[in-house]
């Protein structure tokens, strides 16, 4: 029997891959390289051969997360403008990172944590920028609306991230219906 050898590229995907659960549960500090090469299946010296840093690996972890939020955008919002672009960007936020897979949510929450860095700083802010350029250019809406766009995903982060989405207390109903997302 003989394995198939995976290409440094598709290593590289593993290691984001196992690099995006391990950072989205403990943060830039609190993850340790060990892990994330052992989730990978691979040495921890071949992760920094791939990476150089964990830095370098937390911003490429970002940088693909925002990617990835911008594709799902792209995808949602085909052939829409205006606000009907918006609203399908928020319905496939809401049901792929806010009710889906939690771990892109919880990997976003910890790149704004870790602003403080400002090589991550930046990152997050490019890529969020991306974000903000595509919703605009696409809707064709003015900057209020884009504003109240992203306020309102903000929130519904918030939201999500206290796992309110499903059976949500009074107040957090209200917040929700406030953004149009009847639960």
């Given at each position: 029997m003989t394995s198939t050898r995976l290409s440094?590229?598709?290593r590289r995907d593993d290691v984001l891959d196992a690099a995006l659960v391990e950072f989205a549960e403990r943060g830039l500090e609190g993850t340790s390289t060990e892990d994330i090469a052992r989730r990978a299946g691979i040495s921890q010296p071949y992760l920094f051969r791939l990476f150089g840093t964990k830095k370098a690996l937390f911003t490429a972890s970002v940088t693909r997360c925002f990617r990835e939020t911008?594709?799902?955008?792209?995808?949602a919002a085909e052939g829409k403008r205006g606000q009907e672009a918006l609203h399908a960007m928020g319905d496939a936020y809401v049901a792929e990172l806010l009710t889906g897979d939690r771990v892109r949510l919880r990997a976003q929450l910890q790149a704004y944590a870790a602003c403080d860095d400002p090589d991550i700083r930046a990152v997050v802010r490019n890529g969020y920028g991306d974000l903000v350029a595509y919703a605009q250019r696409v809707s064709g809406l003015p900057a209020p609306d884009i504003s109240r766009f992203f306020a309102t995903g903000m929130l519904m982060n918030v939201l999500a991230s206290m796992q309110v989405m499903d059976n949500p207390e009074?107040?957090?109903?209200?917040?929700l219906e406030g953004c149009g997302k009847d639960r």
């Open positions: 440094a590229a598709e911008l594709e799902m955008f792209q995808r009074p107040w957090a109903q209200q917040l």
